[in-house]
T-cell receptor, first 118, second 108 residues
């Protein structure tokens, strides 16, 4: 069964360092997302990506964050200068379609990357 | 501000009982509604989607949608200890907006 895969599963980084979280979405999906979940809190939307550009981003997704689809399969989230408060689980998700239209709007999540900033 | 509200629980039911999980949402424009299950430390796993008013059944799970009342629910019949998890309601309003989740405990 197709699935979203994320690497690494756990990343420990020093405050101020750059991290890149990687995701391989499901192959026929066109919409890609990053979400995060701080321990004990709700899953929060960060950004959606379609046709090689950002569709929507939340207020959390400030200038420290960027996303890229460097090739036909990978989708990355970069945090330029990590802060302690960036410590969270980061989930990548993908769906065939996003909002209305034809096709399946169901979004499937990867297993997550646990980012710990020390 | 688009919101999705759930009772955080915990909701405790005995094995074999029906668990009823509820969710309300604020955005009237939303068209797609989802229930995810999340085990501790794991990612959300899609278990049900519903797009039209009424009931949708899949095995032991039934999702119910009432757009007029902006209300979504999930019934789990014959609850098993393995159903113990946090259940996340999510609404597609251009992106998925999640509730805080309801923790379900099924006691043997």
């Amino acid at each position: 069964e197709p699935e979203v895969t994320q690497t690494p599963s756990h990343q420990v980084t020093q405050m101020g360092q750059e991290v890149i979280l990687r995701c391989v979405p499901i192959s026929n999906h066109l919409y890609f997302y990053w979400y995060r979940q701080i321990l004990g809190q709700k899953v929060e939307f960060l950004v959606s990506f379609y046709n090689n550009e950002i569709s929507e981003k939340s207020e959390i997704f400030d200038d420290q964050f960027s996303v890229e689809r460097p090739d036909g399969s990978n989708f990355t989230l970069k945090i330029r200068s990590t802060k302690l408060e960036d410590s969270a689980m980061y989930f990548c998700a993908s769906s065939e379609v996003n909002w209305g239209g034809y096709g399946n709007t169901e979004a499937f999540f990867g297993q997550g990357t646990r980012l710990t900033v020390v | 501000q688009k919101e999705v509200e759930q009772n955080s629980g915990p909701l405790s039911v005995p094995e074999g009982a029906i668990a009823s999980l509820n969710c309300t949402y604020s955005d009237r424009v939303s068209q797609s509604f989802f229930w995810y299950r999340q085990y501790s430390g794991k990612s959300p796993e899609l278990i049900m989607s519903i797009y039209s008013n009424g009931d949708k059944e899949d095995g032991r799970f039934t999702a119910q949608l009432n757009k007029a009342s902006q209300y979504v629910s999930l019934l789990i019949r014959d609850s098993q200890p393995s159903d113990s998890a946090t259940y996340l309601c999510a609404v597609n309003a251009g992106k998925l907006i999640f509730g805080q989740g309801t923790t379900l405990q099924v006691k043997p």
